[in-house]
């Protein structure tokens, strides 16, 4: 299995929801990620985990929390959202070494009214 | 404060002939570089790298050139193929247990048939 799964793949929420957003992988990779993508932009590092523990904010918001509950999870609850927080929300897993690249999921589209 | 840049964001290239994508970075602390391919609302696909240590790297098609004095980067595609229209971006970091992962800012490659 070399996929990371995210879901869902779309989602359309108001600014007063809660809602979350999954990532899994089953790749046995200690370092999972989470960044963020606008149109025409590249993407952007949002946080990482490593070994499950949260070691890079890249100075995000509190309405995104992110939560690494094993080795194959990730989650990025979102409360409170404003528009233009609307982006292509991308998980991506790398195995732990150097010079390792990074995996990524298929992105769940978002888009906040 | 991009530190990847990719000066062109759109190139087009007859069917056959060599696409040359390039990137330009200003960290000098970046010792590992990577290639990524991407379609509209999809994760990046991974396609080729190269370490600091090394200023060639060819995969298939695919051909990485590092010159590290200037601190630019270049993927050549030859043949080019129509299925390789895509956005391409460059990536960097600069190692560690972490691995940041900078990217630039793409540029979409058209391969006319």
């Known amino acids: 299995d070399t996929e990371v799964t995210q879901t869902p793949k779309h989602l359309v929420m108001g600014m007063t929801n809660k809602k979350s957003l999954k990532c899994e992988q089953h790749?046995?990779?200690?370092?999972m990620y989470w960044y963020k993508q606008k149109a025409k932009k590249p993407p952007e590092l949002m946080f990482v985990?490593?070994?499950?523990?949260?070691?890079i904010n890249e100075s995000v918001p509190s309405r995104f929390s992110p939560e690494c509950p094993n080795s194959s999870l990730l989650n990025l609850h979102l409360h409170a959202l404003q528009p233009e927080d609307s982006a292509l929300y991308l998980c991506?897993?790398?195995?732990?070494?150097?010079?390792?690249?990074?995996?990524f999921g298929s992105g769940t589209q978002l888009s906040v009214l | 404060d991009q530190q990847v840049k990719q000066n062109s964001p759109s190139l087009s290239v007859q069917e056959g002939r060599i696409s040359i994508l390039n990137c330009d970075y200003t960290?000098?602390?970046?010792?590992?570089f990577l290639w990524y391919k991407k379609y509209p609302a999809e994760g990046p696909t991974f396609l080729i790298s190269?370490?600091?240590?090394?200023d060639k790297n060819e995969d298939g098609r695919f051909t990485v050139f590092l010159n590290k004095s200037a601190k630019h980067l270049s993927l050549h595609i030859v043949p080019s193929q129509p299925g390789d229209s895509a956005v391409y971006f460059c990536?960097?970091?600069?190692?560690?247990?972490?691995?940041?992962?900078?990217f630039g800012t793409g540029t979409l490659l058209a391969v006319q048939p």
């Open positions: 991506a897993s790398r195995p732990t070494g150097v010079n390792e690249k990074l995996f």
């Open positions: 790749m046995g990779h200690r370092a």
């Open positions: 985990y490593s070994y499950e523990k949260l070691s």
């Open positions: 960290n000098s602390m970046f010792d590992y």
């Open positions: 190269i370490s600091s240590i090394k």
């Open positions: 990536a960097a970091s600069e190692g560690g247990a972490t691995n940041k992962l900078i």
